[in-house]
């Protein structure tokens, strides 16, 4: 079992081919050797929440998501805008960590790839929910990277030196920020 931080990555995008899908791919290849990621993708499979069904036994899917959490030192997130808010399956998604502990108290960060100006009320949205589940922004390693669809290779990975020099930087700093994520540091 490896002891180097474990970073999630979530994408608020359904789209195989998002803007956001290529920042979190391109994150993973560009992450600081000491560090470990991995992507999360059942973003399609998890169901409609439902208080109801917020209770032992969970939903596979959704098992599945706070298990992943769980296991995450550090929790990065990528997601459009839409209406001038979060996508409403990614909204789902966070519904469903709020009745659980995995997020709480974990380092949580963000990166906003909307064009500039765009973006704002996903970010504040985000911000909101979170506060919601207790985790724990880290506000160092939120960042604006801006990518447009140009800049995304037919690999789907984004070769700019500059937005692969951010994100790296991003998860170094959100692996580094006291928490879970240092504790395995210090074992």
Not at 14 to 32: F, G, H
Not at 154 to 181: E, K, M, T, Y
């Amino acid at each position: 079992m490896s002891t180097l931080p474990l970073i999630l990555l979530l994408s608020g995008s359904l789209r195989t081919s998002s803007s956001n899908e290529s920042v979190l791919r391109t994150a993973q290849i560009v992450a600081p050797s000491h560090v470990r990621t991995v992507r999360y993708d059942g973003l399609a499979g998890l169901p409609h929440f439902n208080p109801d069904d917020d209770t032992d036994p969970l939903p596979a899917p959704v098992a599945e998501l706070r298990a992943a959490i769980s296991e995450a030192d550090a929790v990065l997130i990528c997601t459009p805008e839409y209406a001038g808010t979060l996508p409403g399956s990614f909204k789902n998604l966070l519904d469903w960590t709020v009745g659980g502990i995995e997020i709480c108290d974990k380092p949580v960060a963000w990166v906003n790839a909307a064009a500039p100006g765009r973006g704002e009320g996903a970010e504040a949205t985000l911000r909101e929910v979170l506060g919601y589940t207790g985790a724990d922004i880290v506000e160092s390693a939120c960042a604006k990277i801006p990518v447009a669809p140009k800049m995304i290779g037919a690999d789907g990975f984004i070769a700019d030196p500059g937005v692969r020099d951010q994100l790296s930087r991003v998860i170094g700093l959100l692996a580094a920020f006291p928490g879970p994520a240092s504790e395995l540091d210090q074992a």
